[in-house]
Nanobody, 125 residues
Framework: LVQLQESGGGSVQAGGSLTLSCVASGVSSSSLCMAWFRQAPGKEREGVADITTGAGGTAYRDSVKGRFTISRDNAKNTVYLQMNNLTPEDTAIYYC??????????????????WGQGTQVTVSS
């Protein structure tokens, strides 16, 4: 059974930082394309960042470039999302997702085979 478990969400003030973690079990995350998505109230789920297998190329949504960093620790089967200089527009539930194959930067929901339960990030002004 493949499971993804997110942690690290919380409430911060604008300009603050959070680091989200996603631990994969039942599968080696190093063999998967891993991504972070988010969904704000009343909005569609959108891709934020992804990291591919092999060389680990990364892609970011324009609105988070320069502020968010996705990384992976294969030994810990964990993917991280470091979020700096947060704004209220970053408030959402953040989901970790995994795909056997993905087109980096496309974030098509249908490409992702596994999803975590989500972790809430709230940024106040």
């Amino acid at each position: 059974l493949v499971q993804l478990q997110e942690s690290g969400g919380g409430s911060v003030q604008a300009g603050g930082s959070l680091t989200l973690s996603c631990v994969a079990s039942g599968v080696s995350s190093s063999s998967l394309c891993m991504a972070w998505f988010r969904q704000a109230p009343g909005k569609e789920r959108e891709g934020v960042a992804d990291i591919t297998t092999g060389a680990g190329g990364t892609a970011y949504r324009d609105s988070v470039k320069g502020r968010f960093t996705i990384s992976r620790d294969n030994a810990k089967n964990t993917v991280y999302l470091q979020m700096n200089n947060l704004t209220p527009e970053d408030t959402a539930i953040y989901y970790c997702a995994a795909a056997f194959f993905c087109s980096g930067g496309s974030w098509r929901l249908s490409e992702y085979n596994y999803w975590g339960q989500g972790t809430q990030v709230t940024v106040s002004s």
